[in-house]
T-cell receptor
């Protein structure tokens, strides 16, 4: 079946602009995670959605970052007033929904802020 | 101190060699442990879960030592196709929502 998909695959933007990154999880997966991988850094957790529960936003680096998940499926990560340090690969993962289950990653969106 | 620590390498080994990667984690409440593989410019993919009893999948053997908070991965008879970055990952713990905590990754380069 279809895996996790993300769009766009690449995004180049100018400093100060807003960007939206999209994630389509695997059908039926209720848990959705966003991670970020910066050059030379490990993957870091950003935000987690589980069903209708309040999201865990503990990993968001600043209030310029926000995310939504509409209808329990598609998620959008928004970065406002982008900075050069926001340049990274943004990865989305989904899992069936219970803790300790395998997370399946999408191909990521490569964001470059000039 | 990072929550999950790995030697970044690189490990350069010849084909057929046996290579071992180690990892330590700081949160004793962590509940699940994994090795992920990440190829250059690709997303991470689950290689195997890690259990205290140890588990083996073909040429790959993973081991967890909860007392020492130590995780290992052994690759036997290395293939060129094993060249990648291997990520040590932990999950769970008090208040944790299932998010994965990644190590920096260990780079393996298998040479002919």
């Amino acid at each position: 079946g279809a895996g996790v998909s993300q769009s766009p695959s690449n995004k180049v933007t100018e400093k100060g602009k807003d960007v939206e990154l999209r994630c389509d999880p695997i059908s039926g997966h209720t848990a959705l995670y966003w991670y970020r991988q910066s050059l030379g850094q490990g993957l870091e957790f950003l935000i987690y959605f589980q069903g209708n529960s309040a999201p865990d936003k503990s990993g968001l680096p600043s209030d310029r970052f926000s995310a939504e998940r509409t209808g329990g499926s598609v998620s959008t990560l928004t970065i406002q007033r982008t900075q050069q340090e926001d340049s990274a690969v943004y990865l989305c993962a989904s899992s069936p929904g219970r803790h300790q289950e395998t997370q399946y990653f999408g191909p990521g969106t490569r964001l470059l802020v000039l | 101190r990072k929550e999950v620590e790995q030697d970044p390498g690189p490990f350069n080994v010849p084909e057929g060699a046996t290579v071992a990667f180690n990892c330590t984690y700081s949160n004793s409440a962590s509940q699940s442990f994994f090795w992920y593989r990440q190829d250059c410019r690709k997303e991470p993919k689950l290689l195997m879960s890690v259990y205290s009893s140890g588990n083996e999948d073909g040429r790959f053997t993973a081991q967890l030592n909860r007392a020492s908070q130590y995780i290992s991965l052994l690759i036997r008879d290395s293939k060129l196709s094993d060249s990648a970055t291997y990520l040590c990952v932990v999950q769970g713990g008090s208040g944790n929502t299932g998010k994965l905590i990644f190590g920096q990754g260990t780079t393996l380069q298998v040479k002919p």
